[in-house]
């Protein structure tokens, strides 16, 4: 069982990225899903989750209007699309199963906003 | 918003307890999930709904949670057990979940 992130990359201010979490030996429909980050050196932060069959979404404040978190469970895919991306956006992203009690985490992708 | 409250920093001799905590008000409330974080990997959930042990958790950690102090007891430490701790409780108030900074667990 295996979660893998990808679509991490540097971007300047106000750009845009979608990052990618595909999980491999399990379903993912049958679970919430969350986005953590991790600025470096710093603790983790949750971004955001997403129910089971997606109508269900929560953010943290800052993110909230800037990112966008979705799914497509028949391509056992959960997405986190993220606009106007700032400095402070900057950091390892994180997808993990679970709503808050989180099992399992993937490896991680870097995204860094910088000019 | 809800805040959670730990120490930056926990030193502990080998094969003794130490105990991480995490301060909240009225957190005894809540469930409380800790991950533990090592150097350069992803984090990994120890412990979830205050007391239950994740799966191939050792039973040298344990969880309690009351009033407004949660606790995360790590019984015979030993070297491997270096690592960031983090608490993290979902806040219904504003449908967040909130971790704390994280305690950073040295055995001396």
């Known amino acids: 069982v295996q979660l893998v992130e990808s679509g991490g990359s540097l971007v300047q201010p106000g750009g845009s990225l979608r990052l990618s979490c595909t999980a491999s030996g399990l379903t993912l429909s049958r679970t919430w899903m969350s986005w953590v980050r991790q600025a470096p050196g710093k603790g983790l932060e949750w971004v955001a989750n997403i129910g089971e069959d997606g109508s269900e979404k929560f953010y943290v404040d800052s993110v909230r209007g800037r990112f966008t978190i979705s799914r497509d469970n028949a391509k056992n895919t959960m997405y986190l699309q993220m606009d106007s991306l700032r400095a402070e956006d900057t950091a390892f992203y994180f997808c993990?199963?679970?709503?808050?009690?989180?099992?399992?985490w993937g490896q991680g992708t870097l995204v860094s906003v910088s000019s | 918003s809800y805040v959670l409250t730990q120490p930056p920093s926990v030193s502990v001799a080998p094969g003794q307890t130490a105990s991480l905590t995490c301060g909240g008000h009225d957190i005894g409330s809540k469930s409380v999930h800790w991950y533990q974080q090592q150097p350069g990997q992803a984090p990994l959930l120890v412990v979830f709904?205050?007391?239950n042990r994740a799966s191939g958790i050792p039973e040298r950690f344990s969880g309690s949670n009351s009033g407004n102090t949660a606790t995360l007891t790590i019984s015979r430490v030993e070297a491997g057990d270096e690592a960031d701790f983090y608490c993290?409780?979902?806040?219904?108030?504003?449908?967040?979940?909130?971790f704390g900074g994280g305690t950073k667990l040295t055995v001396l």
């Open positions: 993290a409780v979902w806040d219904g108030d504003t449908d967040q979940v909130v």
């Open positions: 709904d205050d007391n």
């Open positions: 993990a199963r679970g709503k808050v009690t989180m099992l399992q």
